[in-house]
């Protein structure tokens, strides 16, 4: 008989480690493994909290008992799960339960073992697949929710449940999307960036173009990967179509199973029946038929998105897509909203109103899942775009809000409360892009993308679900890219315009000027610009160098 202990000292380096939040030492268990065979290590992911896998070793002398072992990583064995006999076909199966404290995502091994010979093991998850709610705003930037710190006081709304999505979730201090919105909700939806998408700014619905046909969003993508497990619905502004592309189910033909909401958001041009919209007055479209209504925008939303959490079977992904709060500016109905204005100008003031009111029906979005049900959701909060220069005081702010790809233009809030969250109310630096929703939802789904796929598919998105695991470990991504152009479809453009930076130097481009570069170390918005005066340090110049290196797509 050889100990645990034994069999550690054949697979150097090794640690005693138990899977969960609180590592500890195990004592050795005896196991009967023959001291000259060592068994292959098959590497996975827990799949998700509380899941259940099953262990199947195949090739396996029938009547011969298979012992698993569980290991945090390669060569780290934490514990025995457990053995079980092969049948007369050869093959052992074990189902294993994965602990409520064991984070989802978290690398895992196994092995078998048997008698004196290697056995083949292969994992399945057998439970239900996460839920994702998608809660995304409409130009709101960093500058304006007080728990980034960068806002000035008295000019801030007050969004406590916003604030306590960040307490119970993992608060992204460095997420980006595009300068407007359709460029980030079409990168959204694909996992792509404008210059592959072709979507570079916010679409006319007289316009030429659309998301094209061809590229595969998000329910599409969970359609082919998990073989139709998840069902779907989007809720709120659509605006990736035009009036060419069938635009009342537009969102249907892109692949949701269901939709609701202002298409091309309280826009006068895509109003069927010609007459204005307001947030007050406005056309609702449900798959296709539309009709007009008087309930409150905002308020319209979180019903729709809180009747088809009631419908969807699981696993689900919702997503609400709120026209809040974009202009027109307003004040909401009473209750809704504080009552108390905050800000030095009328906009200001109608602009945080709105804010309040979106974040109160994002309470009431919340308090309809019960607790079983929250546990088997992640909720992620963003915007498509920094705040518009209407409600900014700040004039230095204003010359770099919506539609620059300075920081006050790209740098959103992004939220996530899940149950993949190791450390509820932390703070994570690492670098996140709204594109990477995809394939964050698409490893949530247990259909994670592999790096040679990312790449096969011009994917430009990265799961930060290790991020929500470990807030403090560097994240997945080096840099992130935003990009504008004027004209959308393919190259070339009319005016294009594109920023990248890694977590301490940014790099800014337009064509036709000079390149602008700045050191990010410790400031929200940009200083000083480097190349002003022509002269970098050996640090600079290599920092400058590698962001270049990271665009190597031309501007046109």
């Known amino acids: 008989m050889k100990t645990l202990a034994a069999l550690l000292a054949l697979v150097a380096p090794t640690v005693f480690a138990q899977i969960g939040p609180d590592p500890r030492p195990l004592t050795p268990i005896e196991i009967d493994i023959p001291p000259i065979h060592l068994p292959i290590w098959l590497r996975t992911t827990v799949p998700v909290v509380g899941g259940t896998m099953e262990l199947t070793a195949s090739g396996v002398s029938p009547g011969a008992r ?82 980034y710190g960068v806002g000035a ?210 309470g009431r979005i919340l308090d309809a899942m019960d607790a079983d049900l929250e546990s088997r959701t992640t909720v992620v909060f963003l915007a498509d775009n920094g705040t518009p220069v209407q409600p900014i005081e700040d004039e230095f702010l204003a010359a770099r809000s919506k539609a620059t790809v300075y920081e006050g233009g790209i740098h959103v809030p992004f939220i996530v409360r899940s149950p993949l969250a190791g450390s509820p109310g932390a703070t994570c630096d690492a670098l996140v892009h709204a594109a990477d929703l995809f394939a964050t939802i698409a490893e949530i789904a247990g259909a994670p993308f592999s790096a040679p796929e990312r790449a096969d598919r011009g994917l430009d998105s990265i799961s930060f679900a290790g991020s929500l695991l470990d807030p403090t470990a560097p994240g997945a991504r080096t840099r992130v890219v935003s990009e504008l152009f004027r004209n959308p479809g393919p190259a070339p453009h009319s005016e294009y315009l594109r920023a990248v930076r890694d977590g301490e130097w940014k790099l800014l481009q337009q064509m036709g000027l000079p390149d602008q570069f700045y050191d990010m170390r410790g400031v929200w918005l940009e200083g000083e610009d480097l190349l002003a005066d022509g002269v970098l340090t050996a640090e600079e110049q290599a920092a400058y160098d590698r962001l270049l290196a990271f665009v190597p797509w031309t501007m046109e």
């Not at 130009?139 to 007080?146: E, T, Y």
């Open 66 to 147: 298979v012992t698993f072992l569980w290991g945090s990583r390669v060569g780290s064995i934490a514990r025995v799960l457990g053995s079980a006999v092969a049948g007369a076909e050869g093959t052992a199966v074990l189902p294993i339960a994965i602990p409520d404290t064991t984070p989802a995502g978290r690398p895992i091994a196994f092995r078998a073992v048997e008698g004196t010979r290697l056995s083949n093991v292969v994992a399945h998850e057998t439970r239900s697949r996460g839920n994702v709610l998608v809660l995304l705003a409409d130009d709101l930037g960093v500058d304006r929710i007080a728990r």
């Open 153 to 362: 006081p008295g000019t801030l709304p007050s969004t406590p449940r916003i604030d306590g999505l960040a307490d119970e979730g993992v608060l992204f201090r460095y997420a980006y999307s595009s300068p407007n919105c359709s460029p980030t909700r079409a990168s959204i939806m694909t996992g792509r960036q404008p210059h592959d998408h072709t979507i570079g700014t916010a679409l006319s619905f007289n316009g030429r173009f659309f998301l094209p046909w061809e590229e595969t969003t998000i329910p599409e993508m969970l359609g082919e990967r998990t073989a139709g497990a998840y069902d779907h619905s989007a809720v709120g502004k659509w605006h990736l179509e035009n009036e060419r592309s069938d635009p009342y189910v537009n969102p249907n033909l892109q692949g949701w199973n269901w939709y609701a909401g202002a298409i091309h958001g309280l826009s006068d041009e895509a109003s069927v029946d010609g007459q204005a919209q307001t947030y007050f007055d406005w056309e609702r479209c449900e798959n296709g038929v539309v009709r007009r209504t008087t309930t409150y925008v905002t308020t319209s939303n979180a019903d729709d998105a809180i009747a088809r959490m009631a419908a969807m079977p699981e696993p689900w992904v919702l997503y609400v897509a709120f026209d809040a709060p974009h202009a027109p500016y307003h004040f909401p109905p009473d209750g809704l909203w504080s009552g108390v204005e905050s800000g030095g100008t009328a906009t200001s003031r109608k602009y945080n109103a709105m804010i309040e009111a979106m974040d109160t029906e994002i």
